[in-house]
Protein backbone atom coordinates (compact mmCIF):
# COMPACT_ATOMS: atom_id res chain seq x y z
CA UNK A 1 0.00 0.00 0.00
CA UNK A 2 0.59 3.66 -0.44
CA UNK A 3 0.48 5.91 2.85
CA UNK A 4 -0.08 9.79 3.19
CA UNK A 5 1.50 11.67 5.76
CA UNK A 6 0.54 15.03 6.54
CA UNK A 7 2.64 17.26 8.55
CA UNK A 8 6.43 16.91 8.89
CA UNK A 9 7.07 19.10 11.85
CA UNK A 10 8.02 16.92 15.11
CA UNK A 11 6.46 13.79 15.13
CA UNK A 12 5.83 13.49 10.89
CA UNK A 13 9.19 12.40 9.94
CA UNK A 14 9.11 9.46 12.48
CA UNK A 15 6.16 8.28 10.98
CA UNK A 16 7.44 8.26 7.73
CA UNK A 17 10.64 6.77 8.40
CA UNK A 18 8.74 3.79 10.29
CA UNK A 19 6.08 3.41 7.37
CA UNK A 20 8.64 3.31 5.31
CA UNK A 21 10.51 0.39 7.30
CA UNK A 22 7.14 -1.74 6.67
CA UNK A 23 7.33 -4.79 4.16
CA UNK A 24 3.84 -4.13 3.82
CA UNK A 25 4.55 -0.19 2.36
CA UNK A 26 4.90 0.45 -0.95
CA UNK A 27 6.06 4.50 -0.88
CA UNK A 28 4.82 6.84 1.62
CA UNK A 29 4.01 10.09 0.18
CA UNK A 30 4.52 13.20 2.52
CA UNK A 31 2.58 16.25 2.47
CA UNK A 32 3.05 19.71 4.02
CA UNK A 33 2.28 23.09 3.47
CA UNK A 34 6.14 24.30 4.37
CA UNK A 35 8.27 23.59 0.90
CA UNK A 36 11.32 23.27 3.48
CA UNK A 37 10.32 21.06 5.62
CA UNK A 38 9.53 18.33 2.72
CA UNK A 39 13.06 19.18 0.58
CA UNK A 40 14.14 17.67 4.07
CA UNK A 41 12.37 15.10 4.03
CA UNK A 42 13.27 14.35 0.63
CA UNK A 43 17.19 14.88 2.00
CA UNK A 44 16.49 12.07 4.32
CA UNK A 45 14.24 9.63 2.60
CA UNK A 46 15.07 9.47 -0.56
CA UNK A 47 12.26 7.67 -2.20
CA UNK A 48 9.23 9.48 -0.77
CA UNK A 49 6.83 11.33 -3.14
CA UNK A 50 6.02 15.45 -2.06
CA UNK A 51 2.47 16.54 -1.94
CA UNK A 52 1.87 20.64 -0.12
CA UNK A 53 -2.09 20.30 -1.23
CA UNK A 54 -3.93 18.02 1.38
CA UNK A 55 -6.88 17.92 -0.98
CA UNK A 56 -4.96 16.09 -3.74
CA UNK A 57 -3.41 13.86 -1.69
CA UNK A 58 -6.94 12.45 -0.20
CA UNK A 59 -7.96 12.24 -3.98
CA UNK A 60 -5.62 9.96 -4.65
CA UNK A 61 -7.09 6.62 -5.78
CA UNK A 62 -3.51 5.22 -5.08
CA UNK A 63 -3.18 5.98 -1.48
CA UNK A 64 -4.86 3.75 1.21
CA UNK A 65 -4.33 5.29 4.49
CA UNK A 66 -3.35 8.52 5.97
CA UNK A 67 -1.46 9.59 9.27
CA UNK A 68 -1.93 12.77 10.26
CA UNK A 69 0.77 14.01 12.31
CA UNK A 70 -0.47 18.04 12.70
CA UNK A 71 -1.69 20.78 15.25
CA UNK A 72 -4.69 18.96 17.05
CA UNK A 73 -7.59 21.72 16.00
CA UNK A 74 -6.68 20.69 12.43
CA UNK A 75 -7.04 16.18 13.05
CA UNK A 76 -10.93 16.49 12.42
CA UNK A 77 -11.45 18.06 9.92
CA UNK A 78 -8.56 16.04 7.69
CA UNK A 79 -9.48 12.67 9.28
CA UNK A 80 -12.91 13.47 8.38
CA UNK A 81 -11.97 14.13 4.54
CA UNK A 82 -10.07 11.28 5.00
CA UNK A 83 -12.31 8.70 5.79
CA UNK A 84 -14.83 10.20 3.07
CA UNK A 85 -12.42 9.72 0.80
CA UNK A 86 -12.11 5.91 1.67
CA UNK A 87 -8.69 6.06 3.32
CA UNK A 88 -8.14 4.31 7.14
CA UNK A 89 -6.58 7.01 9.05
CA UNK A 90 -3.79 6.85 12.09
CA UNK A 91 -4.63 9.99 14.25
CA UNK A 92 -1.31 11.93 16.55
CA UNK A 93 -2.48 12.16 20.04
CA UNK A 94 -4.97 14.00 21.22
CA UNK A 95 -7.42 12.52 19.07
CA UNK A 96 -9.93 15.80 18.77
CA UNK A 97 -10.27 18.81 20.11
CA UNK A 98 -14.14 17.88 21.63
CA UNK A 99 -15.97 14.83 22.35
CA UNK A 100 -18.50 15.83 19.65
CA UNK A 101 -15.85 15.82 16.88
CA UNK A 102 -14.53 12.55 18.59
CA UNK A 103 -18.21 10.78 18.32
CA UNK A 104 -18.23 12.38 14.87
CA UNK A 105 -15.32 10.81 13.44
CA UNK A 106 -15.88 7.23 14.89
CA UNK A 107 -19.31 7.16 13.24
CA UNK A 108 -17.89 7.93 9.86
CA UNK A 109 -15.28 5.25 10.02
CA UNK A 110 -17.81 2.64 10.80
CA UNK A 111 -20.07 4.33 8.16
CA UNK A 112 -17.28 3.43 5.29
CA UNK A 113 -15.70 0.11 7.44
CA UNK A 114 -12.45 2.35 7.56
CA UNK A 115 -9.65 1.33 10.35
CA UNK A 116 -9.23 4.49 12.86
CA UNK A 117 -6.71 4.45 15.50
CA UNK A 118 -5.55 7.09 17.69
CA UNK A 119 -1.20 7.16 18.06
CA UNK A 120 -1.02 6.75 21.79
CA UNK A 121 2.35 5.24 21.61
CA UNK A 122 2.78 4.26 24.88
CA UNK A 123 0.50 1.49 25.20
CA UNK A 124 2.90 -0.60 22.54
CA UNK A 125 6.01 -0.01 25.04
CA UNK A 126 7.00 -3.10 26.50
CA UNK A 127 7.22 -2.23 29.68
CA UNK A 128 3.35 -0.69 29.45
CA UNK A 129 2.44 -4.70 27.97
CA UNK A 130 4.31 -6.09 30.70
CA UNK A 131 2.29 -4.16 33.00
CA UNK A 132 -0.86 -5.15 31.50
CA UNK A 133 -0.09 -8.46 31.68
CA UNK A 134 0.87 -8.30 35.14
CA UNK A 135 -2.58 -6.82 36.06
CA UNK A 136 -4.52 -9.00 33.69
CA UNK A 137 -3.04 -11.81 35.80
CA UNK A 138 -4.43 -10.45 39.32
CA UNK A 139 -0.72 -10.53 40.79
CA UNK A 140 -1.05 -7.21 41.99
CA UNK A 141 -5.15 -7.80 43.44
CA UNK A 142 -7.67 -5.25 42.68
CA UNK A 143 -6.42 -1.44 41.47
CA UNK A 144 -7.03 1.33 43.88
CA UNK A 145 -4.76 4.17 42.56
CA UNK A 146 -2.60 5.60 39.78
CA UNK A 147 -0.54 8.04 40.19
CA UNK A 148 1.74 9.47 37.41
CA UNK A 149 3.96 12.48 36.83
CA UNK A 150 5.24 13.63 33.67
CA UNK A 151 7.41 16.92 33.68
CA UNK A 152 10.32 18.30 31.76
CA UNK A 153 11.16 21.73 30.80
CA UNK A 154 9.51 22.31 27.71
CA UNK A 155 8.32 22.39 25.16
CA UNK A 156 5.60 24.98 25.72
CA UNK A 157 3.11 24.41 23.08
CA UNK A 158 1.32 26.91 21.02
CA UNK A 159 -2.41 26.13 20.57
CA UNK A 160 -2.80 23.82 23.82
CA UNK A 161 -1.93 23.60 27.46
CA UNK A 162 -0.46 21.47 29.21
CA UNK A 163 -3.07 19.28 30.22
CA UNK A 164 -3.77 18.44 26.39
CA UNK A 165 -0.10 17.99 25.28
CA UNK A 166 1.23 15.84 28.49
CA UNK A 167 -2.01 13.84 30.12
CA UNK A 168 -2.91 11.62 26.76
CA UNK A 169 -0.26 9.39 27.07
CA UNK A 170 -0.93 8.32 30.82
CA UNK A 171 -4.40 8.51 30.67
CA UNK A 172 -4.37 6.32 27.47
CA UNK A 173 -1.99 3.92 29.72
CA UNK A 174 -4.34 3.91 32.59
CA UNK A 175 -7.71 3.42 30.35
CA UNK A 176 -5.48 0.34 28.39
CA UNK A 177 -4.18 -0.85 31.74
CA UNK A 178 -7.34 -1.16 33.74
CA UNK A 179 -10.83 -0.89 31.47
CA UNK A 180 -12.85 1.10 34.23
CA UNK A 181 -15.05 3.60 33.66
CA UNK A 182 -13.98 7.19 34.05
CA UNK A 183 -16.99 8.97 36.22
CA UNK A 184 -15.30 12.65 37.22
CA UNK A 185 -12.84 15.01 36.24
CA UNK A 186 -11.35 17.73 38.64
CA UNK A 187 -8.49 19.84 37.69
CA UNK A 188 -6.63 22.40 38.72
CA UNK A 189 -3.24 24.58 37.14
CA UNK A 190 -1.52 27.85 36.43
CA UNK A 191 -0.62 30.28 33.68
CA UNK A 192 2.93 31.11 34.28
CA UNK A 193 3.59 32.02 30.71
CA UNK A 194 1.61 32.57 27.63
CA UNK A 195 -2.03 31.96 27.31
CA UNK A 196 -2.40 28.53 28.85
CA UNK A 197 -1.75 26.38 31.75
CA UNK A 198 1.96 25.33 32.22
CA UNK A 199 1.65 23.11 35.12
CA UNK A 200 -1.62 21.38 36.50
CA UNK A 201 -2.57 18.23 38.43
CA UNK A 202 -5.41 16.52 37.33
CA UNK A 203 -8.11 14.03 39.38
CA UNK A 204 -10.03 11.09 37.81
CA UNK A 205 -12.67 9.15 39.67
CA UNK A 206 -13.21 5.58 38.26
CA UNK A 207 -16.07 3.08 38.86
CA UNK A 208 -14.41 0.12 41.32
CA UNK A 209 -13.88 2.74 43.82
CA UNK A 210 -10.21 3.76 41.82
CA UNK A 211 -8.58 7.13 41.98
CA UNK A 212 -6.12 8.83 39.22
CA UNK A 213 -3.71 11.66 39.95
CA UNK A 214 -1.87 12.98 36.98
CA UNK A 215 1.02 15.54 37.69
CA UNK A 216 1.80 17.40 34.13
CA UNK A 217 4.57 20.35 34.29
CA UNK A 218 6.60 22.32 31.27
CA UNK A 219 8.32 23.77 34.04
CA UNK A 220 10.73 21.02 36.00
CA UNK A 221 14.18 21.63 35.66
CA UNK A 222 14.72 17.22 35.70
CA UNK A 223 12.82 15.06 32.66
CA UNK A 224 10.20 12.58 34.98
CA UNK A 225 8.17 9.59 33.94
CA UNK A 226 7.28 7.63 36.17
CA UNK A 227 3.99 5.46 37.50
CA UNK A 228 2.64 3.97 40.68
CA UNK A 229 -0.18 1.63 40.57
CA UNK A 230 -1.82 0.60 43.79
CA UNK A 231 -3.62 -3.04 43.98
CA UNK A 232 -4.82 -5.00 46.88
CA UNK A 233 -2.05 -6.99 46.83
CA UNK A 234 0.77 -6.01 45.12
CA UNK A 235 1.97 -2.27 43.86
CA UNK A 236 3.75 -1.41 40.40
CA UNK A 237 5.88 1.35 39.67
CA UNK A 238 6.85 2.42 36.28
CA UNK A 239 10.03 5.25 35.62
CA UNK A 240 10.48 5.31 31.78
CA UNK A 241 13.33 7.35 32.54
CA UNK A 242 15.19 3.96 33.54
CA UNK A 243 17.81 2.59 31.27
CA UNK A 244 16.60 -0.69 32.75
CA UNK A 245 14.30 -1.94 35.33
CA UNK A 246 11.91 0.16 33.70
CA UNK A 247 9.08 -1.86 35.50
CA UNK A 248 9.11 -3.26 39.44
CA UNK A 249 6.92 -5.12 41.22
CA UNK A 250 6.55 -4.15 45.14
CA UNK A 251 4.54 -6.71 47.46
CA UNK A 252 4.02 -4.28 49.82
CA UNK A 253 0.50 -3.17 50.81
CA UNK A 254 -1.68 -2.76 54.07
CA UNK A 255 -3.28 -5.78 55.49
CA UNK A 256 -6.60 -5.22 57.62
CA UNK A 257 -7.62 -7.59 60.78
CA UNK A 258 -10.35 -7.29 62.96
CA UNK A 259 -11.57 -9.60 66.14
CA UNK A 260 -15.05 -10.68 65.61
CA UNK A 261 -17.14 -9.25 68.09
CA UNK A 262 -15.07 -6.08 68.71
CA UNK A 263 -14.79 -2.66 66.73
CA UNK A 264 -11.02 -2.56 66.57
CA UNK A 265 -9.31 -2.60 63.81
CA UNK A 266 -5.72 -3.83 63.06
CA UNK A 267 -3.46 -2.30 60.61
CA UNK A 268 -0.61 -4.22 59.58
CA UNK A 269 1.51 -2.99 56.67
CA UNK A 270 3.14 -6.30 54.36
CA UNK A 271 6.80 -5.13 53.55
CA UNK A 272 7.88 -8.01 51.27
CA UNK A 273 10.27 -8.54 47.91
CA UNK A 274 10.87 -6.32 44.77
CA UNK A 275 11.68 -8.07 41.40
CA UNK A 276 11.83 -6.38 37.81
CA UNK A 277 10.48 -8.24 35.26
CA UNK A 278 12.35 -8.60 32.09
CA UNK A 279 11.19 -6.27 29.30
CA UNK A 280 12.58 -5.70 25.75
CA UNK A 281 12.98 -2.39 24.31
CA UNK A 282 11.49 -2.56 21.05
CA UNK A 283 10.59 1.47 19.45
CA UNK A 284 6.79 1.43 20.06
CA UNK A 285 6.29 3.36 16.88
CA UNK A 286 7.33 0.50 14.75
CA UNK A 287 4.65 -1.76 16.63
CA UNK A 288 2.26 1.18 16.10
CA UNK A 289 2.38 1.20 12.58
CA UNK A 290 2.35 -2.29 12.07
CA UNK A 291 -0.36 -2.87 13.88
CA UNK A 292 -2.47 -0.23 12.03
CA UNK A 293 -1.65 -1.87 8.73
CA UNK A 294 -2.51 -5.08 10.06
CA UNK A 295 -5.73 -4.00 11.13
CA UNK A 296 -5.96 -2.97 7.66
CA UNK A 297 -5.12 -5.90 6.32
CA UNK A 298 -7.14 -7.92 8.33
CA UNK A 299 -10.22 -5.87 9.56
CA UNK A 300 -9.52 -6.22 13.08
CA UNK A 301 -10.39 -3.38 15.84
CA UNK A 302 -7.23 -1.68 16.79
CA UNK A 303 -6.06 -1.24 20.56
CA UNK A 304 -6.09 2.74 20.57
CA UNK A 305 -9.24 2.78 18.09
CA UNK A 306 -11.55 5.97 17.91
CA UNK A 307 -13.42 5.01 21.06
CA UNK A 308 -10.49 4.89 23.14
CA UNK A 309 -9.30 7.81 22.06
CA UNK A 310 -12.96 9.31 22.38
CA UNK A 311 -12.40 8.34 26.17
CA UNK A 312 -9.23 10.28 26.61
CA UNK A 313 -10.44 13.44 25.13
CA UNK A 314 -13.72 12.90 27.12
CA UNK A 315 -11.67 13.58 30.13
CA UNK A 316 -9.30 16.06 28.63
CA UNK A 317 -12.45 18.33 27.91
CA UNK A 318 -13.74 17.41 31.19
CA UNK A 319 -10.89 18.81 32.82
CA UNK A 320 -10.25 22.39 30.48
CA UNK A 321 -13.65 22.77 31.92
CA UNK A 322 -12.41 22.12 35.61
CA UNK A 323 -9.15 24.25 35.01
CA UNK A 324 -11.60 27.32 33.94
CA UNK A 325 -13.60 26.79 37.44
CA UNK A 326 -11.27 26.58 39.54
CA UNK A 327 -10.98 22.82 40.30
CA UNK A 328 -14.83 21.93 40.13
CA UNK A 329 -15.55 18.23 39.71
CA UNK A 330 -17.08 18.11 36.18
CA UNK A 331 -19.22 14.68 35.43
CA UNK A 332 -18.44 13.27 32.41
CA UNK A 333 -21.92 11.49 31.95
CA UNK A 334 -23.11 15.05 30.66
CA UNK A 335 -20.03 18.16 30.47
CA UNK A 336 -23.01 20.08 31.63
CA UNK A 337 -23.59 19.14 34.65
CA UNK A 338 -21.97 20.19 38.05
CA UNK A 339 -21.70 18.56 41.48
Not at 112 to 126: E, I, P, Q, S
Not at 171 to 192: C, D, E, F, Q
Request: with cysteine; charged share 25%.
Amino acid sequence: MKVGVIGLGYWGPNLVRNFLSSKDVENVICCDRDEKRLALAKQKFHTVELETDVERLLKRDDVQAIAIATPVFTHFDFAKKALENGKHVLIEKPFTRTVAQADELVQIAERNNRVLMVDHTFLFTDAVQKMKEIIDSGEIGDVMYFDSVRANLGLFQPDVNVVWDLAPHDLSILNYLVGAKPLAVSATGMKHYYDYENIAYVTVYYEESIIAHFHVNWMSPVKIRTICIGGSKKMLYYDDMQTSEKVRVYDKGVDLNSKEGQYQVNVQYRAGDMYAPQIGNREALGGIIQHFIDCINSGEKPISNGEDGRDVVAILEAAELSLKSHGEKILLASLKTRV
